[in-house]
């Protein structure tokens, strides 16, 4: 079968897909690579992978689309259960022939509720990573033989064995090259990365066990597997050779620095590629790995921070003291890494007066860029589990009509609206304060670019006042 990938239409600026790390339309545009999607993508001769949201297709677009595939698979989310569902029905509607895939952390962890609610419209899900689960299944073998999927078959769920995770990551094609084949990357776009930029993994699975997350807890797993330093060394080789237009490589594993050997080997290898890098890090790397990342051309840190009160960091199982991440942030400091911090707002234990005391800890880091979400439980995680037992979740929706992240958590003593408010406040504390905004501008007028920029401006403007006053 031939099959299309295809990351669905949602809202305006929605982040959430395959890759993406936040479900919700940002307050500013901001896309992720449909990174997952792009692997069995190189592995099925006659494939196409779509991202809607980043390439401005609507439905009408991707039914016509569709058609020319014997196989659709979607990756879906809790938020956009509905949406997708609705999408895979208006093209099994167009023709019946079509085999619809899903996949995502929601079906992993509920795939007979998800096959049900979407009977006669969903064939297959499949659970967990699913490279060479739909590989299997564009070749012909019999559903009952693929590992690692749920289908419904005489009005029964029928679950095959689970897939063991896989080890041999060099064995998977570059998902730079599918991205240069099939999708526009000029239109990614992450504010607080240069652009244009491409996102690779050079590993799967994250060993940390905070409890909000989704990724390792649902799909991925803990047990780290990395690809060779050499592997990751001939893709980025091959990157800078053939996408020029780019600027900078995301390696988007979920903790690029949990491997500090690998991370390492890789750094080594690369340094003389002379590239731009980001990374995904936890605070409590260490002065030496980063110091020989920086030498090899990391330049940008995205760090989860998450709460400045140490009892909310224990109640998450964050692995990281307070301590430890003010000294990473200082080393970064030294080296001169930027950093782009992430918190959340509504994590358990949560109080008007720790919300308070993360706003100041995050103004006192004082870092280049920060991101602020609500905590949200999705099922699966550890998270869910406690707010369910607990009786903390509120809601099912996590986002409203038009894709905006809702908070789900109602705390006794603090209500889902002021953990909701919250996030604003933080904004607006973090970004106008004058010492910000001083080191904003002064930035832009150091800036090597940003000043010849202004300067031929300015002479053009100056031109113009001349010529102006000659009648010209």
């Not at 993508?41 to 569709?66: F, T, Y």
């Not at 290898?269 to 020989?292: G, H, M, Q, Y």
Request: glycine content about 6%.
């Amino acid at each position: 079968m031939k099959p299309l990938f295809l990351n669905p239409p949602t809202f305006e600026d929605f982040d959430g897909g395959a890759g993406a790390r936040y479900q919700a339309s940002r307050e500013v545009t901001s896309f992720w690579f449909p990174t997952w999607l792009t692997y069995p993508a190189g592995m099925i001769e006659g494939s196409r992978v779509v991202d809607a949201p980043v390439q401005r297709l609507d439905l009408a677009a991707c039914l016509k689309i569709a058609q020319d595939f014997d196989l659709v698979l979607m990756y879906t989310s809790t938020p956009t259960l509905p949406i997708d569902v609705e999408t895979a029905r208006r093209i099994k509607e167009q023709k019946p022939s079509t085999v619809i895939v899903l996949t995502g952390p929601h079906v992993t962890i509920l795939p007979e509720e998800s096959l049900r609610f979407a009977k006669g419209i969903v064939d297959i899900v499949c659970r967990g990573e699913f490279d060479y689960a739909v590989k299997e299944i564009c070749e012909g073998v019999p559903w009952e033989q693929v590992a690692g999927i749920s289908f419904l078959k005489d009005g029964e769920v029928v679950h095959t064995p689970d897939r063991p995770i896989l080890t041999d990551l060099d064995s998977l094609p570059f998902s730079s090259q599918i991205y240069a084949r099939d999708l526009p990357i000029e239109e990614y776009i992450i504010p607080h990365i240069k652009h244009p930029y491409v996102s690779i993994y050079t590993s799967r699975g994250c060993p940390a066990r905070c409890v909000f997350c989704l990724w390792p807890q649902t799909y991925s797993g803990h047990k780290m597997r990395t690809r060779s330093p050499e592997n990751v060394f001939q893709e980025v080789k091959w990157i800078k050779e053939n996408l020029p237009q780019v600027k900078e490589i995301s390696f988007d594993d979920d903790t690029f620095s949990a491997d500090k050997k690998h991370a390492i080997a890789v750094s080594r290898l690369i340094k003389p590629l002379n590239v731009s890098w980001v990374i995904n890090a936890r605070a409590n790397c260490d002065f030496e790995t980063l110091k020989e990342m920086r030498a090899a051309g990391l330049h940008h840190v995205i760090v989860g921070y998450e709460s400045g009160d140490e009892q909310i960091l224990k109640n998450i199982k964050k692995g990281v003291t307070k301590s430890q991440a003010i000294e990473f942030t200082r080393n970064c400091r030294k080296l001169g890494i930027t950093i782009h911090g992430a918190f959340i707002m509504g994590l358990p234990g949560e109080t008007r007066e720790t919300i308070k005391e993360t706003i100041k800890y995050a103004i006192e880091l004082d870092l280049d860029s920060i991101q602020v979400s609500i905590a949200s439980p999705y099922p699966g995680t550890e998270f869910y589990a406690l707010a369910k037992r607990e009786g903390w979740i509120a809601s099912d929706t996590y986002i409203d009509a038009e894709g905006h992240q809702q908070c789900v958590i109602n705390y006794p003593g603090l209500s889902n609206q002021e953990i909701f408010d919250a996030v604003e406040l933080f904004y607006k504390k973090f970004y106008f304060r004058p010492k910000y905004i001083a080191r904003s501008i002064w930035k832009m007028v150091v800036d090597s670019k940003e000043r010849k920029k202004l300067l031929k401006e300015g002479a053009q403007y100056l031109d113009y006042m001349r010529k102006r006053k000659q009648g010209k």
